[in-house]
Nanobody
C-alpha cells in the first residue's frame, strides 16, 4: 500500500486548502482513509476519517474541515476552511482496512494503521 499526500502550503488565517492523498496497491473501497496531523513538539492528532460513506471528525476539524473520497481516482481529500495558525502542522494520510472511521484514531494509538503517507506541510500565518 502506498499513499501520496499533496496540497499543503502556506496560507493566511481564514483561508482554505485542499489536501489530496492518492492511494495505490490496495482495494480502495475496503479501507478506512484518514488524516492526522503533527505539530512540532506535539503528539500526532487525529483529524478526520472516512469509510464507505461514513465520516468522523476530530474536535479540531468539526465545522471547518470536510473529508471526502473519490473511489474512481483512489483519492481521499481534506478540504480545510477557516484555517487558524494552530492548524499549522504536517498532515499525514493513513489507510487501514480493519477499522471503521470512528475507530481510526484508536487504531493509530495502538499502532494498527496499515499504511501512512509521507506528510504534507500546512502553515497558517496570522
Amino acid at each position: 500500500v502506498q499513499l501520496q499526500a499533496s496540497g499543503g502550503g502556506l496560507v493566511q488565517a481564514g483561508g482554505s486548502l485542499r489536501l489530496s492523498c492518492a492511494a495505490s496497491g490496495l482495494t480502495f473501497n475496503s479501507y478506512a482513509l484518514g488524516w492526522f496531523r503533527q505539530a512540532p513538539g506535539k503528539e500526532r492528532e487525529f483529524v478526520a476519517a472516512i469509510k464507505w460513506s461514513v465520516v468522523y471528525y476530530g474536535d479540531s476539524a468539526k465545522g471547518r474541515f470536510t473529508i471526502s473520497r473519490d473511489n474512481d481516482k483512489n483519492t481521499v481529500y481534506l478540504q480545510m476552511n477557516s484555517l487558524k495558525p494552530e492548524d499549522t502542522a504536517v498532515y499525514y494520510c493513513a489507510a487501514d482496512r480493519g477499522t471503521t472511521a470512528q475507530n481510526m484514531a484508536l487504531s493509530s494509538r495502538v499502532g494498527r494503521i496499515d499504511a501512512w503517507g509521507q506528510g504534507t506541510q500546512v502553515t497558517v500565518s496570522s
